[in-house]
């Protein structure tokens, strides 16, 4: 399998008025296409932070960050503005849906961007609320919605412009246990069928179990399970 | 679903608060179109002032009468086409109440409406005018608000003529556009100038001022120079100025308060950015989080920037018109409320484009900051803002 995500040399450091806060050191990291990882670490040990540089929604203050061959760091702010609505999608934490748009509106979101005919569109969001199993729901607003259902609404708005990439940033920590485990069976089936490439960072070492790959971040530096 | 419904959706947010600064627009808009309609009105007279009319009058000032004689020799200056004259005379019409105060003038009726073509009389009232000493033409509005006929008879007590004065009504008089002063009452000045003979007053003979129609209007300024050159060694020396000069002169004595009433009007759009600008920074706040999830996706500044800028046009815009819309009734029923102080009282084109035109960069101008600091905002700091 190639490598999508090659991580060389990353550091990161935040500037606070004077003080300079190290978060990353000299990470470096291979991410073969089609691969499930997950990032784990205590808190304040930089997986979020990793997660943003690699998705493109941060920048790292020294090394290279290459996605399917393009390396990030170097994009301006609407080339990668741009590259992100082709290559990535997103699963937060708190799911982060437009709380004035339906279900089917808010998957719809990221394909504003591109050039599809409205019947297009209509195709593409109705056939990934189905993959998520809400296609009864596509009408309903997020507070009508439960958290589970809410962060299936999330998956089905980061694959419906089909990224090269999933990111998900604790995608089961807002969630019960019987919610968090149809998430994680869900991103498993992204990855297995439809061979997703997915990197998750996660406190929860069950939903780690259901990666291919664990990798542990420390203090800024990773460590290889 | 397209931006536009997002912009939409999100005014429906706080309803509320939207309709609330949707409402305070409206009236301020209203506020500013009644004030801005009052100072037009007030200088109404400076623009319906005709190109082709001069007015001659006292050099020292306009309350000191000039001697009727200067008529014969104003007619024969060169350029000169008609004179007329008129006298101010004041009096009282049943007390001294606003709503029984118009404008009450000896005339010449051999003249005056050659010299305003623009009040129209119908001949055969023009010439019982001309025959009757105590009659008197009145304006359309004025006849409307008082309820005068032909026939009525007008009492009025004199204070700068003393004594009891009575006019006959015999023809009232409309104007030939909107522009035209309808509020107004024009007497004979022969009888004012009999009883000012048997009292020896101070203005017998005298006029108050004389009104000249030129053939020309390009020459204007030159026969107002042979004019006042007729006169420079006369004990009664003369200034001539075009009727737009002379009404703005009137205007100018008011000034202070016109431009106290000019800026309140312009306080008043101040007021409406403060409260929209305001709402929209509230509203941009609560959403910081949001614009970074869409930047998140793939949208840019500028969807951001027109997300933001779009719901504070759509707001101000519609409080705009709908203010506007009201201006026009509330308006019209002030005009009707107070004919004889302002004798035209209608919302001119320059007003609307001043309320739309404001209601526009007030829209802008209150985006400005809320777009510039969510367009700047790094992505993951708006993430990691709470709602």
């Known amino acids: ?167 998900g940033d604790e995608p089961t920590g807002d969630l019960d246990r019987k919610s968090a485990e149809e998430i994680l069976v869900l991103l498993s089936r992204l990855n297995s069928e439809f061979k997703k490439t997915i990197i998750m960072v996660t406190h929860d070492p069950h939903a780690a179990e259901s990666a291919h790959t664990i990798q542990h971040l420390d203090k800024g530096e990773l460590k290889s399970n | 679903m397209k931006i536009l419904k997002l912009i939409y959706k999100n005014l429906l947010r706080h309803k509320l608060r939207s309709l609330l600064t949707i409402a305070g627009i409206a009236i301020a808009v209203l506020a500013f179109g009644l004030l801005r309609t009052v100072v037009t009105a007030w200088s109404y007279g400076v623009e319906a002032a ?67 073509p623009e009040f129209i009389l119908p001949a055969d009232q023009l010439t019982t005018f001309k025959q009757q000493r105590n009659s008197c033409i009145i304006g359309r509005k004025l006849a409307e608000q008082h309820n005068f006929k032909i026939g009525d008879v007008i009492p009025v007590t004199g204070d700068i003529y003393p004594g ?29 100038n009999e009883r000012n003979r048997q009292t020896e007053s101070f203005a017998t003979d005298q006029v108050g001022w004389y009104i000249i129609q030129v053939d020309d209007p390009n ?44 800026v309140v009007s312009y306080v008043i759009i101040g007021i409406i950015l403060m409260v929209l600008a305001n709402t929209i920074i509230m ?47 509330v308006c019209q029923a002030f005009g009707e409320a107070f004919p004889t102080m302002f004798p035209v009282f209608a919302v001119q084109p320059t007003t609307i484009a001043m309320a739309v035109g404001f209601s526009v960069l007030v829209g802008v101008i209150a985006s400005v900051f809320p777009a510039y600091r969510s367009a700047t905002m790094r992505i993951v700091d708006g993430l990691r803002q709470i709602g």
């Open chain 2, 219 to 262: 020459r204007a300024a030159s026969v107002s120079e042979a004019v006042d050159a007729l006169y420079v060694n006369s004990p009664a020396k003369t200034k001539t100025e075009t009727e737009k000069a002379f009404q703005q002169s009137f205007v100018s004595l008011s000034g202070a308060i016109i431009a106290s009433m000019e």
């Open chain 1, 1 to 167: 399998m190639s490598t999508l995500v090659e991580v060389k040399n990353v550091t990161k450091v935040y500037k606070r008025d004077t003080m300079e806060i190290p978060v990353l050191q000299n990470i470096s990291l291979d991410v073969p296409e089609g691969e499930f990882l997950a990032l784990m670490g205590p808190s304040g040990s930089g997986k979020t932070t990793l997660l943003n540089l690699i998705s493109g929604i941060d920048q790292p203050t020294s090394g290279s960050i290459l996605v399917g061959g393009t390396d990030i760091a170097k994009l301006n702010e609407s080339a990668l503005a741009k590259w992100r609505s082709n290559h990535i999608g997103f699963v937060f934490q708190f799911y982060n849906l437009m709380p004035v748009l339906t279900a089917f509106e808010n998957v719809e979101l990221p394909l504003l961007l591109t050039n599809l005919s409205k019947k297009e569109k209509k195709q593409r969001v109705e056939a990934v609320l189905s993959v998520v199993g809400l296609a009864d729901r596509m009408d309903h607003y997020p507070k009508q919605l439960s958290g589970g259902q809410q962060q299936r609404v999330a998956i089905a708005r980061a694959i419906v412009s089909d990224p090269t990439l999933i990111i």
């Open chain 2, 50 to 116: 005709s190109a082709d009319r001069l007015i001659t009058r006292h050099a020292v000032a306009f309350i000191f009468p000039l001697p009727y004689a200067y008529k014969g020799q104003l007619e024969q200056v060169e350029g000169v086409k008609k004179v007329s004259f008129a006298s101010w005379f004041q009096g009282i019409y049943k007390d001294q109440s606003f709503e029984n105060f118009f404008p009450r003038l000896a005339v010449d009726p051999e003249t005056i409406f050659d010299v305003y």
């Open chain 2, 283 to 329: 509203a941009a706040r609560e959403r910081i989080r949001e614009y970074a999830v869409l930047k998140t996706l793939g949208f840019t500044n500028f969807h951001v920037v027109g997300l933001i800028a779009g719901e504070s046009l759509f707001i101000s815009m519609l409080g705009g018109a709908v203010g506007l819309l009201f201006t026009f009734p």
């Open chain 2, 164 to 192: 009891n004065w009575e006019f006959t009504v015999v023809g009232i008089y409309s104007g030939k556009d909107k522009t035209a002063d309808e509020t107004q009452m024009f007497f004979n000045w022969e009888y004012l």
